[in-house]
């Protein structure tokens, strides 16, 4: 088999120098590392990816030199790709037992199982927070007037709830949004150039 191999690499590059093409020419061509052409060629592709790619790096080669993708490969898959063992005429096949055949590999993204504490921590500070100023809110319009608590806590409830939409209805304009208006601002009446 391996005499085989080396025969099939030496046809494919005695095809090659026929053309007149170079290992580097074909790589480049094909977008498949020179070194893989060059071991195909010596009837070595055990450092080949395997499956799908060799059909595709030899049917490239094939091309490349001028020879018919379709029977190369299938010369290549009879020579470099392993067949199942089959046994012997006079022994009798041992019956395999199928191993359970595990599910595709899935990757997925678990959730921090901490996230959800980390969110309600930070509500609930935030919701403190907002609680507080309301309460400063109400207990400064007290000072400052003759309504009960309870007037002065809806009062300042009502306000801080417009005051914070308003502020959050504000856009915010980057360091990068001013930097071209500012630029621009400066450019006046700018005089053609003088041949």
């Not at 690499?9 to 020179?34: C, D, F, P, Y």
């Not at 091309?63 to 009879?78: C, I, Q, S, W």
């Amino acid at each position: 088999m391996i005499a085989e191999r080396r025969a099939f690499g030496e046809r494919l590059r005695r095809q090659r120098q026929h053309k007149n093409l170079s290992l580097t020419e074909i790589a480049t061509s094909t977008k498949v590392g020179g070194s893989h052409y060059a071991a195909l060629e010596r009837g070595d592709c055990s450092r080949w990816p395997g499956g799908v790619y060799n059909r595709a790096f030899i049917r490239a080669y094939a091309k490349a030199v001028g020879l018919d993708p379709d029977e190369t490969a299938a010369e290549f898959a009879e020579y470099f790709e392993s067949a199942p063992p089959s046994a012997a005429p006079g022994e009798v096949a041992s019956v395999q037992t199928a191993e359970p055949a595990r599910p595709p590999l899935r990757l997925g993204i678990e959730p921090d199982p901490y996230e959800a504490e980390k969110r309600f921590v930070r509500i609930a500070a935030l919701l403190i927070v907002d609680l507080l100023a309301v309460i400063a809110l109400a207990a400064t319009g007290m000072l400052f007037s003759t309504a009960s608590f309870w007037i002065c806590l809806a009062c300042a409830s009502i306000g801080y709830q417009m005051a914070s939409r308003v502020v959050r209805s504000i856009p915010r304009s980057s360091s990068a949004d001013k930097a071209p208006s500012t630029a621009a601002a400066h450019v006046e009446n700018p005089e053609p150039a003088q041949p």
